[in-house]
């Protein structure tokens, strides 16, 4: 017998999506029209789940209230632990992407410690060379002092400012 994925589904107690990935995979078939063949689905999931339950409630009718219980909470704390489990991979992803951050913050101290080490070797030789220009000009000065003491100053020339007609 062929059933729609939908109702193969419903049945079985799975997702469309977890049918079309076994489809994908190879590990389930369909017929031409889409179907499913219900012993593909004996084959690859066992007993349907409705069935499964029925015989369950036929041989446990007594527990059915307990039992649906501890489903409810089983169900209940599968999904707090998948919720944990995101938020976990959540906050793992923060912290790796943190971690990149500090590793890239890193990395501009690095060249920004690298530059200003050579702009600070700049100055240095900068003012070494202006230290080197400022002795030059204070040795030729006390030369020039010198020989200003032996030389007349030049004579001063008077000359008229000329101003210019527009």
Request: no cysteine.
């Amino acid at each position: 017998m062929n059933i729609s994925v939908t109702k193969a589904a419903k049945e079985w107690g799975v997702s469309r999506t977890t049918i079309y990935q076994k489809v994908n995979d190879g590990e389930l078939s369909r017929t031409a029209d889409k179907k499913i063949d219900t012993a593909e689905m004996l084959r690859v999931f066992g007993e349907p789940v409705s069935k499964k339950r029925t015989e369950h409630s036929l041989n446990t009718f007594d527990n059915t209230h307990s039992n649906s219980q501890a489903v409810l909470s089983n169900t209940v704390f599968e999904h707090q632990l998948e919720l944990e489990k995101l938020k976990n991979e959540y906050l793992q992803q923060q912290v790796s992407e943190q971690k990149q951050l500090i590793e890239n913050y890193q990395q501009q101290i690095i060249q920004l410690n690298r530059t200003l080490e050579k702009a600070n070797a700049s100055i240095h030789d900068f003012a070494q060379v202006r230290l080197l220009e400022f002795k030059k000009s204070e040795s030729n000065d006390e030369v020039q002092a010198e020989q200003d003491q032996y030389e007349p100053p030049p004579p001063t020339t008077d000359k008229k400012k000329k101003w210019w007609r527009f």
